[in-house]
Structure formats: structure tokens, C-alpha cells
């Protein structure tokens, strides 16, 4: 046996307990190893009248693991297609040769998925692997270093499989609108798609049979089901579908058997399942181990193998063990009982997997061991120093490296091989012993995200402490460190000048290091804030910077300037909100050149700070704003210079985009913003594509919880003038773009992914172009259209506004008019179901008011139908009121659920936008007199308004259903 290094190889000797005796290495092997044989392309040969017998006489036997359907039976497999020829050339990302179709292309991925292994797909001609990013699987040329995005997963991919001559690659995913997709790895080319398998739960492992014309998937829900598929028919329904019971524990492991395609096995951490299949149904098997079995501890299962060239299986334990499965003599092959357990080591055995003849384990220490079919031990690898080893995957090439040395042959070849550990590294071993690193990520999300102002350089922060500087067009690691303490970084960001990037901890303490070296320029961190750093930003002069921290305070650091040199020094600290900071921005007074400094807050709050009239640990705050009513900000952004006001540009939870002048705080315009998985979290404006011309068009870049998306200037409401695309699924973290405007860099909150986006500005204006101008992409957003029931309403509310406006009694001729009063916009929305508060109409009609003050300095006091729709489709909430938006409203007005009738009253006028005594009585008069006409005179024009009819009328104790279906009418 020899063990492998970097370097060269060297003898060495070992013992493990149960194993048979070691022999002399005279005894070893002296061919080359060869894999599996490619059977692909060939048909399999007609063996019915062999198999109905085995089948037969396994049925007989086989013990049912759960209840088995049949979705349909195949009469013949098909061959599979002829095979294509491999042109790896066509794996590029010439955005010049590629039409995109998208607004957001995925250009490159920093970072891969550790938890499922990286797979080999090096033959002769090509050096290629494939591995996971969050919902993506890359094909990566690690001698080019060039990277093949495969798309089309919602989902963080759970399990990849290839098959065996390396065609095939499959990819799975679990959760809502999950897929599982064959790609041809020749050509990143997906060739079959199934759509919502496992009752729309996904799978967790998938595997292919060895002529990869099965395809077994393991659901990842419990009970779990197995499925197999025929995927080179049209059918998007399994083969055969078995579902595995509640009293299997959730199994992980997938694996069909190379010599037989209808054996296959399934095994969780408890316990392993042998699976048997034939035309009508799955039939399982599951042994029983313990640790009493055997007189030792058994460990938990890792993974597990069938054993070469024999019918015996192996599983893997975390206690460094293997379980010799097989069936005792005269009994069925297919029911194995536990023969043996093998004391490899005493290390945890994480990866267990066959390479022709030899068996091939991988372990918590970082080491690759090769044994023979007797469990001895060949060769070894330990010095990968990439951490605890995930998955291993063995390319094509088979031929035995050049012997130039004239050394003895000890006749121990594989073919170069891909570690995959969980430190997120990916390791090569090349047939000659020669070991390199193709990647090495961080295994931990990325909070900390920024671009340089003028190079092309993003740095990126982790919550391990790791800081990394990447050059993102040659796709290389400028520089990293590693901070000794440990200490978890949650945000950093630039200087103006790129001289210096602010580093913010989650112990609320915050450093600045250099943006090439990322030394630290100070010797001791400001440890001023108590709680983690949310948010930091330099000002555009670069001589302030301010941080957020989780106490809802702001730390202000400014630069005092020396005679030879200037230092970062503290200015002040400020609990400004009550709720947490949300955003942070910094700007510049449009009367003088001095910095301004604003922070927005879930309290709705807009606070500005007085920089010019603090001091040193007393920072001043100058205004305090609340934009919001009822929604919920969420970020913030200066407008660009479209107008010849200064806007600020908010983001709230309830799917509104607000401008608001950034002076007097007076809500200018209210629009309907993107409406995806949910509200906009970041909004970052994008430098104009041709910095010269004041006439370039402006863009804004925004991350939703899991999206990215692309918003197209002025705001209008236009639907057609944003798209998006998924970011991560697990969430982000982080948003910047390059100084260029050119590419997005989005994080990942859990994913430990930074994906790099090219922005496509043609296809954003192609679709606000196919979206139609003027006023029809907002007929789209009432129901039914331009020929629906609501633009009739809207019509007929119209036209009797302005006979209203005219004088409903008049003797006079009533004139048809383009427009109506701007007074009258309240009462016609409210016909048509939206019910804005007082404050939401004021805007409103400010919004229309002032709309062309300073274009023309007068006011806007009329309104024509297309400004209408405008109007109503952008201000309406963009979720109809539910049920529970009642009952949280009545306990957030009364502490309760159900409140008094008294108390309900004096609320209404003590509360919010209080009501007079005169408004409560004319509001219940309208909705209460409908219901009491017995109370009418002859002529049905009086009502008894005396305090026994409201007594009458409304209920003692006032809840959520009786506010709406006694009181307002509806269902509830």
C-alpha cells in the first residue's frame, strides 16, 4: 500500500481490527484500473424469459416496506439517443455571440454548496466539473476559467447526479414549484424537465441507473416516496411510485446497483433500505443492526455501496466503521442481513463510493483511502489540508501516467479524481499524485458586500471573519484576510476615493482597512456602538462616515485632517429611532457643499442630522419626519436629477414607492412599485450609462427578499417597466453595483453566494415598449381591462362628478367635459372600494396639486379619466383588506379583540384620525338607517337619530366579524 502526497509516494503499513491480515505489496495488482463500462448508447439485450424467473422466484421472498403503486408500465426501455459530440467550446458567456433575454444575466458565482459534492466530468478533452451555487449548478473549466451557468431551478439544488460516461448531469430541488432537470453537460442543454414531483415537495437525492435510462428520486418530506422515472419518454409520471411509511426514518442516500438496474438502496442515518424493482411495483427490504448485534457501537450510517463484483453491500459509519451487508447461505440475494462490522479507523468514514475494483472511503480528517475487495489498504491521500471530505468523483481518463523515472511499477492507478470537503474547498488529484485546488470558498454566507468607485474590484465580508478582494474581471483573488479574533463581519462599504473600506461587526465595533491590502489602518477598531452594525456609508467628500448599528442608534465618525496626515476620529452617537434603522444615506445640500446625513427607520421616521453643528461626542439632530401613516418603510434612495426638485425616493412594505421632496418632506407622487415575492428591501440607483449626456436614460436597481430586479425612470406605476429575476432563495444580504453600471453583485443571506449579474438595459426597454404607452399598460391593472365592469364604473363615476360639479338640481344645459374637479377624486375612488385615510387623500390631491408648480407655477385643480386611472390604480392598497387586517386593526385601536361599544365610540374620536361627534353620527346614519325602515315617516325621509337607535344598532361588544358584517355590510 503507498500513501499519496504532493510530493511523492512512500510505503507505509497499517492494521484494522476484523480486517483480513495484510499481505506484501509483491501481492498487489499490477493492472490499471479501468471504470465501469459505458453502456449508453448500446440497447440491453433481451433477457425477458431470465428475468421473469429471478422475478418470480424474488417475489417469493421479498418483504413489503410500504405500500407500492404503478403509474405505468414501459413494455421495452428505449435506447437513448445517439451521442452528440462534445464542442466545450460552446461553454461561454460572450455577451456579444448571446442574446439575453432576460434584464439580469448570471455572469459568474462566487462560491459553491459544500453540503452537495462537486462532480468530475474530466475525460480526454475536457476539464470540467459540476457543482452547486444556492439555486444554480455551474460547469466549470478550471483550466480556462470559465463557468457555464445552468438555470432554471427556484430552489436551492439539493442533489446532482452524473451518469456514468459523464452525458448526463441531473439536478434537483425541494419546495414550492420544485423541478427536477437532465441537462446535457456537453452543452448546458436541458433535455428533460419534471415539473412538482412528489406531491410538489421535491426531492432530496436523485441517482441514475447505469445506462442512465432510470432516474430514481427520494422526496424530501416525510413520509418520503421513491420514484423512478423513464425521463427519455414524453411521460412527466413516474414508472413506479412507492411510498415509504412513517416508520422509516428520512432517508438521504440514493443508489442504484451498477451490475443490476433494478436493485437499488436507500439509507438514512438509522438504517439502510434494499429496494428491488420490477414491472408491477417497488419491493424493499429493511435489516435490522444494532449495537448489540455485535458487541460495539455501530455509529451512525454515512453512506453505502455495492461491493464489487459481489452481491455484499457496505454502508459507511461516522464512528469509522463498515457494515458488511449480505444475504446467508441458501437465502435470497436481495435480503441482506448485517455479516460484519469492519473497524476501519476511528475517525468518522463521511464519503464511501467504488472506483472500478477498488473501494474508495473518505473521512472527517481529510483523507482519500483506496482498498482492495478484501478491505485492504492500497494507497491513501492525506495531505488534501482542505478540511473533512464531502463527496469524491472519479473523471474518465484511465491511462496510467508515464513512468519517466524507470521507478518500479506498484500498480496502483485511478483516474485523477475531485475532492469535495466542507470547508468549501474543491480539490484535484491528478493520476500522477499531483494535488491542486480548483476552488476554495467560504463555507459561511456573506454579509458584507461592496464595489470599488473605480476599479474593478468587489470585497466581500463573512460572518467567519474572512474578507476577500476580487477582481471581477479576470475572475482572481486579489487578496484575502483572515481576522484572527474570529470576529463576525455584517456589513462594510467603500470611501468616495477608494482609499479605504469600513468594516462593521456584529459586537457593534467597526475598523478600517486598506482597500488593496485590507491591513487595518488603525491599531485598535472604534468599539463605540453595543450592538451589531447594520448599515455603514461614507459621504460623497469622503470626511464623514456613519454607521447603524441594531439599537436603532447612529454612530457618526468624521476625518479630522492633520499637517502631514489625517485620521478617522468619532464624532457623536444618537438614538434617533425607537425602531430599527433601516436605511442610511448620505448627501449633499442643494444651497451649500456641506454633507447631508439622513436615516429611515421601522418607526416611519426620516431623521436628519445637524453635521454642521456638531461636535466632537455630540451629534445633533436637525429634522424629524414621519413619512408613513400605516405602512412600513423599508429603504431609501436619492432620485436622480429627472426634475428640477430634489426627491428622495422611498420603498414601503405595503408594495409603494413614494418621492418625497427632500426639503420640505412633502410627499410629492405615490406609485405602484414591483409586486413580486414581496416588498422592495434595497433600491440603488445606477449610474447612467453615458455620463456625459444630461439626456441619458436612468435606471434603479432593487432586491426584494429573494429577487433582483430592474426599474426603469420616472416612476410612473408602469408594470412593464420593471422585471425581475430570482437572486437567492434563501434571501440576500447584500446589493452594489460596479462603477460602470454594467454588473449587479448580489449576496446571499444563507447561501454563501455572491452572483454577478450582467445588467440588460435593451431587454427592460424592449418590454416597457411591448407593454404599450400612455395610458394602456394601467387598463391591465383594473379587473377585466379596457372592456371590463370597473372602467365602466370608473366611466359612469366619472361623468356624474361633473353633472355633481354642475349642479345635480340645476335648470341648466349640463356640458361634457375632458376633466372634473380635483375635490371630487376622493368621493369617486371611494365609490369604486378604495377607502383612503385622511392623510392618504391629502397626498393625493397634493400629488395632482403641485404636479406642474414648478414647471409653470400655477396648480393643477382638474382631473381627466386617464389621470384618474392613474391615480386610483397607483394609490389603491395592492392586496384587497383581508379578515385578519380587521381584527388587527380593531386590536391595535382597542388592545383587544373585541371591544365596547362605548369604548368603540370614544376611540373613533380620541384615536388617529380622530372624527367629530357630528362625522360618527352621519357615517352610522348612512350605514345603520338602510336597516331600519319601519323607524321612516310616509314620505322615507326622517330617522329616528336618537341614542336608542345606535343602541339598537350596534353590538354591546364589537369584534372583526361584527365590524364587517353588522356594521359595514360585507361578507365575512
Not at 492494521?15 to 493492472?31: Q, T, V, Y
Not at 416525510?222 to 419518454?233: C, H, K, N, T, Y
Not at 462594510?492 to 482609499?499: E, I, K, N, V, Y
Request: charged share 20%.
Amino acid at each position: 500500500m503507498t500513501e499519496r502526497s504532493a510530493t511523492s509516494p512512500s510505503p507505509r503499513s497499517n492494521s484494522f481490527i476484523d480486517a483480513p491480515p495484510l499481505k506484501d505489496d509483491s501481492h498487489i495488482r499490477k493492472h490499471n484500473v479501468s471504470p465501469e463500462p459505458t453502456t449508453t448508447s448500446a440497447p440491453p439485450k433481451d433477457s425477458s424469459a431470465s428475468e421473469t424467473d429471478h422475478s418470480n422466484s424474488q417475489s417469493e421472498v421479498l418483504k413489503e416496506g410500504g405500500s407500492s403503486s404503478k403509474a405505468s408500465t414501459p413494455t421495452a426501455l428505449p435506447p437513448p439517443a445517439p451521442p452528440l459530440p462534445r464542442p466545450h467550446t460552446e461553454r461561454s458567456n460572450d455577451s456579444e455571440a448571446e442574446v439575453s433575454s432576460t434584464p439580469l444575466g448570471l455572469m459568474w458565482t462566487f462560491g459553491l454548496n459544500q453540503y452537495v459534492p462537486a462532480a468530475s466530468l474530466c475525460d480526454e478533452t475536457s476539464r470540467v466539473i459540476a457543482y452547486t451555487c444556492s439555486h444554480t449548478t455551474v460547469l466549470y473549466d478550471f483550466e480556462a476559467n470559465e463557468q457555464h451557468i445552468l438555470q432554471g431551478h427556484r430552489n436551492v439544488v439539493t442533489s446532482v447526479c452524473v451518469s456514468i460516461d459523464k452525458r448526463w448531469v441531473v439536478t434537483a430541488d425541494s419546495g414550492q414549484d420544485n423541478v427536477i432537470i437532465v441537462w446535457n453537460s456537453h452543452n448546458g442543454v436541458p433535455v428533460k424537465t419534471l415539473f412538482g414531483t412528489h406531491d410538489g415537495v421535491g426531492a432530496c437525492a436523485v441517482a441514475l441507473s447505469s445506462d442512465s435510462k432510470i432516474l430514481a428520486s427520494l422526496s424530501s418530506a416525510v413520509p418520503q416516496s421513491l420514484a423512478l422515472w423513464d425521463w427519455s419518454m414524453e411521460a412527466d409520471t413516474p414508472l413506479l411510485l412507492l411510498d415509504l411509511g412513517t416508520d422509516c426514518s428520512r432517508q438521504t442516500f440514493l443508489l442504484f446497483n451498477p451490475k443490476d438496474q433494478q436493485q437499488l438502496l436507500l439509507n438514512s442515518e438509522n438504517d439502510v433500505l434494499f429496494c428491488f424493482w420490477d414491472e408491477e411495483k417497488i419491493h424493499t427490504y429493511r435489516p435490522k443492526l444494532t449495537d448489540l448485534d455485535f458487541n460495539r457501537p455501530v455509529g451512525r450510517y454515512g453512506q453505502s455501496i455495492f461491493k464489487p463484483d459481489s452481491s455484499a453491500v457496505l454502508t459507511a459509519t461516522l464512528l469509522g466503521n463498515l457494515v458488511v451487508w449480505d444475504a446467508k447461505s441458501g437465502q435470497n440475494a436481495f435480503c441482506r442481513q448485517a455479516a460484519k462490522l469492519v473497524s476501519l479507523q476511528g475517525k468518522a468514514l463521511t464519503v464511501l463510493t467504488t472506483v472500478g475494483q477498488y473501494i474508495v472511503t473518505g473521512d472527517s480528517q481529510g483523507q482519500v483511502k483506496f482498498y482492495d475487495e478484501s478491505l485492504k489498504l492500497l494507497s491513501w491521500y492525506h495531505e488534501l489540508n482542505a478540511g473533512p471530505i464531502t463527496g469524491v468523483s472519479f473523471s474518465t481518463s484511465v491511462q496510467p501516467p508515464a513512468n519517466t523515472r524507470g521507478e518500479k511499477d506498484d500498480g496502483f492507478h485511478v483516474p485523477e479524481f475531485v475532492v469535495t470537503t466542507t470547508s468549501a474547498a474543491v480539490v484535484i488529484v491528478k493520476d500522477n499524485g499531483t494535488i491542486s485546488t480548483i476552488r476554495r470558498e467560504s463555507n459561511v454566507a456573506a454579509l458584507g458586500l461592496d464595489a470599488h468607485p473605480s476599479r474593478p474590484h468587489i470585497c466581500t465580508g463573512t460572518k467567519s471573519g474572512l474578507l476577500r478582494l476580487w477582481d471581477y474581471q479576470s475572475k482572481t483573488l486579489v487578496s484575502e484576510r483572515q481576522l484572527v479574533d474570529g470576529a463576525s463581519i455584517t456589513c462594510l462599504a467603500f470611501d468616495a476615493a477608494g482609499q479605504f473600506i469600513a468594516v462593521g461587526f456584529l459586537d457593534g465595533a467597526m475598523c478600517i482597512v486598506d482597500s488593496l491590502t485590507l491591513e487595518d489602518e488603525y491599531a485598535s477598531r472604534f468599539c463605540y456602538s453595543k450592538d451589531a452594525i447594520l448599515r455603514c456609508v461614507f459621504s460623497p467628500k469622503c470626511d464623514y462616515l456613519a454607521a447603524v448599528d441594531r439599537d436603532c442608534c447612529c454612530t457618526v465618525f468624521y476625518y479630522k485632517k492633520a499637517a502631514d496626515e489625517g485620521a478617522w476620529a468619532y464624532l457623536g452617537r444618537q438614538r434617533s429611532h425607537y425602531k430599527p434603522i433601516c436605511d442610511v444615506i448620505f448627501g449633499i445640500n442643494p444651497d451649500s457643499s456641506f454633507p447631508r446625513l439622513l436615516t429611515l427607520g421601522e418607526d416611519r421616521v426620516l431623521v436628519e442630522y445637524d453635521l454642521s453643528a456638531s461636535s466632537e461626542d455630540d451629534l445633533r439632530l436637525l429634522h424629524c419626519d414621519r413619512l408613513e401613516q400605516s405602512a412600513v418603510p423599508a429603504c431609501m434612495a436619492w432620485y436622480p436629477a429627472l426634475t428640477s426638485e430634489d426627491f428622495l425616493l422611498t420603498a414601503n412594505d405595503q408594495f409603494k414607492l413614494k418621492l418625497f421632496n427632500s426639503t420640505t418632506k412633502m410627499c410629492r407622487k405615490t406609485v405602484l412599485g414591483p409586486v413580486y415575492d414581496s416588498s422592495l428591501k434595497r433600491l440603488l440607483v445606477l449610474p447612467p450609462a453615458d455620463k456625459n449626456s444630461k439626456q441619458s436614460k436612468r435606471y434603479v436597481a432593487y432586491a426584494t427578499e429573494e429577487g433582483v430586479g430592474l426599474l426603469k425612470l420616472p416612476i410612473d406605476g408602469n408594470p412593464h417597466n420593471s422585471l425581475s429575476v430570482i437572486g437567492h432563495p434563501g434571501g440576500l444580504s447584500a446589493l452594489c453595483c460596479c462603477h460602470e453600471g454594467k454588473y449587479l453583485f448580489t449576496a446571499g443571506a444563507s447561501d454563501a453566494t455572491v452572483y454577478m449579474w450582467e445588467i440588460h438595459y435593451n431587454v427592460l426597454e424592449a418590454a416597457s415598449k411591448l407593454g404599450g404607452e400612455g395610458i394602456i399598460p394601467f387598463y391591465d391593472l383594473l379587473q377585466g381591462g379596457r372592456d371590463g365592469p370597473l372602467f365602466a364604473e370608473m366611466e359612469d363615476f366619472f361623468y356624474y362628478a361633473q353633472i355633481k360639479s354642475q349642479g345635480v338640481s340645476t335648470m341648466h344645459v349640463h356640458k361634457a367635459a375632458s376633466s372634473i374637479p380635483l375635490q371630487e377624486v376622493p368621493a369617486i375612488v371611494r365609490a369604486l372600494g378604495f377607502y383612503p385615510s385622511e392623510h392618504e387623500v391629502t397626498n393625493l390631491l397634493t400629488e395632482v396639486k403641485y404636479g406642474q408648480y414648478v414647471e409653470t407655477g400655477e396648480y393643477v385643480q382638474e382631473v381627466n379619466l386617464e389621470h384618474l386611472i392613474r391615480l386610483y390604480v397607483n394609490h389603491r392598497p395592492a392586496a384587497s383588506t383581508s379578515r385578519d387586517d380587521l381584527a388587527d386593526a380593531l386590536e391595535t385601536l382597542g388592545g383587544s379583540t373585541a371591544v365596547a361599544r362605548e369604548e368603540f365610540l370614544r376611540l373613533l374620536q380620541t384615536s388617529g384620525e380622530h372624527m367629530t361627534e357630528i362625522e360618527i353620527v352621519d357615517c352610522l346614519t348612512k350605514l345603520l338607517s338602510g336597516r331600519h325602515d319601519d323607524n321612516d315617516d310616509e314620505e322615507g325621509t326622517t330617522v329616528d337619530l336618537s341614542a336608542s337607535f345606535f343602541e339598537e344598532s350596534l353590538p354591546e361588544s364589537m369584534t372583526a366579524e361584527k365590524l364587517m358584517t353588522e356594521l359595514l355590510g360585507f361578507r365575512y
